[in-house]
């Protein structure tokens, strides 16, 4: 169904302040881009805002894992709607019913998703009519009390069955479907509930905080479970890139000092004028690396993309061992084979199999001396060391002779941690007292991430 006229209407100076809003969420858009996509809107027409959806996506993005930002600024610039008038189902009960009913027959779910918006969304008080909240009130729109009152999982289930079909593989193919169609009425909901937001709040406040990051740009620590399947998929392209990086610096750094006999041997040609220096070749070898790594509940997230990561890029280290913890340090290089990713969840594994908890309460004191006893060998003048955590030691002794230790014997010693650094000094942190002896980055997300690694690994 088309919307009406007032809903969609698409201007230049709109277009501008969209690419606009683009590159404040990393989307890079250029100027060739961007008249590329006022082109796109001539030629596609403003009728079909799905089909202008598409068209400006192929226009203005440039890689993958942005198109789910892009779809929600789009419809915050381009499906802006004055707030309709609430009409909220008379019947809460018949209206899953309905929409069983509609997604079985998998039609469009936009109109049902603004009736059950309607329906279960209000919060924060009511306006002047039933169902209808306004600015003054200080209330909103949900599409998480919405999904709740329809109670999704519900829904899947019965969906599924009403699809038909017989036999383990055909029951596995209706439950993904029917997740599939759930989750596309639940992104319509949310997509209305935004569009209510931004008549309440602005547009452009609604796009700066409203809006949900794209996956490199998830917080690790506050990523669900969707949003890590998404870093996961994303692994094995940022670790090639990473890769290339440290090949072509490895070639860069192979030559090495000017060799002064044979510059001036060559000299004679050009009557001892050392034109064309010499330089002594140096010795090729690739560094080894060592992953200490927090695998406790908090982090786990982090850590367990983390070592999916350096695991991708072991290729480009002589040997990679990798060490879990959580109030003990045990090696846990064995569940990983190289040229295939750990399933989901593998830290929990390491947490119950690996040897790396006694009482289950992070204890950083104690990790670093177990290591320095145990496994202090693996760290030598070609080791490169990545502490992964949050140095949050529950108070107590943060044993910083034991890192000391470590990073006298290592090449390098770095410490990734994916709070944000203004917390580093708050509550049971010991991150300040560990920054006096190691170097500690930020790495709250993918972003984070590929650029310190990249910047940081030696080659």
């Known amino acids: 169904m088309s919307p009406p006229p007032d809903r969609f209407a698409p201007t230049s100076d709109r277009l501008v302040d969209f ?27 403003t009728t079909d805002p799905r089909v202008l959806r598409s068209g400006l996506a192929a226009c203005l993005l440039r890689r993958n894992g942005q198109r789910r930002v892009f779809d929600q600024l789009f419809d915050l610039y381009f499906l802006g709607v004055s ?27 936009a109109e049902l998703a603004r009736e059950a918006l309607n329906t279960f969304g209000a919060y924060g008080g009511a306006g002047e009519s039933a169902g209808r909240v306004t600015q003054a009130s200080g209330a909103g729109w949900s599409s998480y009390l919405t999904m709740k009152s329809l109670r999704p999982d519900e829904i899947s289930e019965q969906l599924a069955q009403t699809m038909g079909g017989t036999g383990q ?15 596309q009425f639940r992104a319509d909901v949310q997509t209305e509930a935004r569009l209510r937001s931004a008549e309440l709040r602005g547009t452009d406040y609604i796009a700066r905080r409203g809006v949900e990051n794209s996956a490199d740009r998830t917080d690790f620590l506050g990523a669900r479970e969707q949003d890590l399947a998404e870093m996961r998929r994303l692994v094995h392209p940022l670790a090639r890139k990473l890769a290339t990086r440290l090949a072509v610096r490895r070639k860069k750094a192979v030559r090495g000092q000017i060799d002064l006999r044979r510059t001036l041997r060559r000299s004679m040609a050009t009557g001892g004028v050392p034109v064309d220096p010499v330089l002594r070749a140096r010795k090729r070898g690739r560094p080894d690396l060592v992953v200490l790594a927090d695998v406790s509940g908090s982090v786990s997230g982090f850590a367990e993309f983390t070592l999916q990561l350096v695991q991708a890029l072991q290729d480009q280290f002589s040997k990679v061992r990798s060490f879990g913890f959580v109030d003990t340090c045990a090696e846990i290089t064995q569940y990983f084979t190289p040229g295939e990713p750990p399933p989901p969840g593998f830290a929990q594994n390491i947490v119950r199999e690996g040897g790396v908890a006694r009482f289950g309460s992070s204890n950083y004191g104690e990790v670093l001396q177990g290591f320095v006893d145990h496994y202090l060998d693996a760290v030598g003048p070609r080791t490169c060391v990545l502490i992964l955590g949050d140095a ?13 230790a470590i990073t006298e014997r290592a090449k390098a010693v770095y410490w990734l941690n994916p709070e944000p650094s203004r917390s580093w000094s708050t509550g049971d942190s ?20 590929a650029e310190v690694i990249g910047r940081l690994l030696p080659a």
């Open 83 to 109: 707030l309709p008038p609430a009409r909220p189902s008379e019947n809460p009960e018949d209206l899953r019913e309905r929409l069983i009913a509609i997604l079985v027959q998998g039609e469009d779910t």
């Open 19 to 45: 690419v606009t809003l683009l590159r404040e969420h990393n989307i890079h858009a250029g100027p060739s881009e961007t008249i590329d996509a006022a082109a796109a809107i001539v030629a596609l027409g």
């Open 392 to 404: 949050r030691t529950n108070r107590t002794d943060p044993n910083l002779a034991a890192l000391q």
């Open 169 to 183: 593989f055909d029951t596995a193919v209706r439950t993904i479907e029917a997740r599939r169609r759930v989750d």
């Open 430 to 449: 010991a991150a300040e007292d560990y920054t006096d002896i190691v170097t500690m980055h930020e790495c709250r997300n993918v972003a984070q991430l």
